[in-house]
């Protein structure tokens, strides 16, 4: 969807690049936008004078308005409203003490993972609200959250089927006496999914391989571990939902490969913010934000170096883990290797 205020600060090219079938309706109605491609249509408008515009096939003073509609339409009509987030836009906003952020801003793109760290209480979880929210200053913080770089339609907020954010939050009790086969199903169908069968098994395989321990379509969804059931999420956000904003608050005690869901996620093309004190997730991802007492305090790129202690920490996780199953297993511990 787009409304007439972010229209007015596209170029041409930015919409024909963000909504190609444009171009046909331009066509169509014998528009010829050539070379004039730099210009907002607003812009582009004026370069008329009125005796020139009368030529013309259409009122193009109305060409805004219809372009809306027109969009609107065609984007319902493409069932891709859910699918048009390419960025997502961190504005500063305020600490705890009211003391201003000092980041210019924060553009995450398709396909990123920004870690948040900081101490408990510090401000991690209302940062993932302010973008489930899609802030405008108007949360404690006073941030702003923009999508493709403009203030986003409020609808987002409300609109259920049309969520701009799929969060994984901290307790997922399921409540509901299904096999998990059946709840995929059920929200396939929800979805509208078309393959529906291929997907369903798809969910499955892709859980199975994030949990430890395996389960099939026919296990209850009460059956399921802690872990199972976040590993079932995960699959399920990553696959299912369309929602192109993944926001996960501290994952690391669910007993999944937490490396593997991450990678799940990103593949699908969608935005990942994880709260974490995790180091193994942290240096993950592309950024960090560093949170203290409720602002950002800075962002963090991860470095080289990083990514190298990160194969020395994957090494120390595989050898946790490997603990972890002998105990399990009631085997007697010698020595870590
Ligand atoms: N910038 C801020 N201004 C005002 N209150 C804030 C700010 N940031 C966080 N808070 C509040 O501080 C409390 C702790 O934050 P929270 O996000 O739960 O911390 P964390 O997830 O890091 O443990 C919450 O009540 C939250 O609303
Ligand atoms: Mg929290």
């Known amino acids: 969807m787009i409304t007439k205020e972010q229209l007015q600060k596209l170029s041409i090219q930015e919409v024909l690049t963000r909504y190609p079938f444009v171009l046909t309706y331009l066509e169509n109605n014998k528009i010829k936008v050539e070379g004039y491609e730099s210009l907002t249509f607003h812009e582009f408008r004026n370069q008329f004078e009125e005796h020139e515009l009368e030529e013309w096939a259409m009122d193009l003073s109305k060409l805004e308005e219809e372009l809306i509609v027109f969009i609107s339409q065609m984007l319902e009509f493409l ?137 099939d379509l026919n296990t209850p969804v009460t059956a399921l571990s802690g872990g199972q059931s976040r590993a079932l999420m995960i699959a399920d956000t990553a696959i299912l939902s369309k929602s192109p904003i993944v926001l996960i608050d501290e994952i690391e005690n669910a007993g999944i490969d937490r490396k593997k869901a991450l990678k799940l996620l990103v593949g699908e093309e969608k935005i990942v913010l994880i709260a974490t004190h995790d180091p193994t997730l942290a240096l993950m991802a592309d950024k960090r934000m560093v949170i203290k007492n409720g602002g950002i305090l800075k962002i963090l790129e991860t470095s080289k170096e990083e990514k190298e202690v990160l194969i020395t920490l994957e090494e120390m996780d595989t050898k946790i883990q490997a603990l972890r199953s002998s105990l399990r297993a009631g085997e007697v511990i010698k020595n870590i290797e």
């Open 79 to 215: 069932g891709e409203t859910e699918n048009s987030v390419d960025s997502l836009t961190i504005l500063p906003g305020q600490d705890k003490s009211g003391n201003p952020e000092t980041f210019e801003m924060l553009t995450i793109r398709k396909s990123e993972i920004i870690a948040i760290v900081g101490p408990t209480g510090s401000g991690k979880s209302r940062l993932l609200a302010d973008i489930e929210w899609t802030a405008q200053h108007d949360t404690p913080t006073k941030r702003g959250i923009l999508i493709n770089g403009v203030t986003p339609d409020k609808k987002w907020r409300f609109s259920s089927s049309n969520k701009l954010v799929a969060q994984l939050s901290q307790n997922m009790n399921f409540v509901i006496d299904l096999s998990v086969g059946e709840f995929i199903e059920l929200h396939a169908k929800s979805r509208l999914v078309e393959q529906e069968e291929e997907v369903v098994s798809r969910i499955v395989d892709a859980a199975n391989y994030l949990a430890g321990e395996k389960f």
